[in-house]
């Protein structure tokens, strides 16, 4: 794992100032970068210890006298118990299936199941299912066939792109799992796998794509772009 989101934008998500879409994408990154959870968690830490500052100083209640702390004690232990067979067992791991494989949801996407629509084929090579959170950008689950390469494209906006398995390649660059690449309107790129390595990303679109290249350039009549 060499890209992570930058220092701007972990602080942003630990003040709670990304919206749904970026900020599922900043959490499923977290689950497998312990740099950036480390990260995130001193930044929650500094906004709390700001926090308790601006508040003044906390009034710090007496001890509790034993017989209070026993009479609590001994009604915890009076509650029911709970049979074995009513204890929640974990939640199975989600999956989404395309192209003839079977890929494990990270957890953090794996709440979001129930939203990822149907699988979409461009070609019988890149496939396409949009998750939808109801926000105005688009999230989307990308999954590229070995030996793709997409037609060159910039964006009218912000693509946030997370790689979930495999890897691939473009112009500035290799990705593998858990890489976070935040592309926007200043760059071109034409991402392609390698002839033995398929391709599973989590894609955020806050605006379409816009292509460069060849015939693909049909796609912008109007000035509209695509999305995936």
Request: with cysteine.
């Amino acid at each position: 794992m060499s890209y992570h989101p930058d220092e701007a934008l972990l602080k942003h998500y630990a003040l709670g100032e990304v919206d749904a879409t970026q900020g599922l994408a900043l959490a499923v990154h977290l689950e497998s970068c312990p740099r950036c959870r480390h990260k995130v968690a001193t930044y929650e830490r500094a906004l709390g210890d700001a926090f308790l500052t601006q508040s003044g100083d906390v009034q710090v209640t007496a001890p509790l006298a034993d017989d209070v702390l026993d009479t609590m004690f001994d009604s915890i232990v009076a509650l029911p118990q709970h049979e074995e067979s009513t204890v929640k067992l974990a939640a199975k791991p989600k999956k989404v299936c395309v192209n003839n494989r079977t890929f494990i949801l990270p957890k953090a996407l794996a709440a979001f199941h129930d939203r990822i629509g149907p699988w979409r084929s461009y070609g019988g090579k890149v496939f396409s299912a949009v998750v939808d959170l109801d926000e105005p950008s688009r999230v989307n689950l990308m999954y590229m066939a070995p030996g793709v390469t997409v037609p060159q494209h910039t964006h009218k906006g912000l693509e946030s792109t997370l790689v979930l398995h495999g890897g691939f390649s473009d112009e500035d660059g290799h990705y593998e799992v858990g890489d976070f690449l935040l592309k926007d309107a200043s760059v071109k790129h034409s991402p392609a796998t390698a002839s033995e390595e398929d391709c599973l990303c989590l894609s955020v679109l806050t605006e379409p794509m816009l292509f460069t290249q060849g015939v693909a350039r049909l796609f912008n009549m109007f000035g509209k772009g695509l999305y995936p």
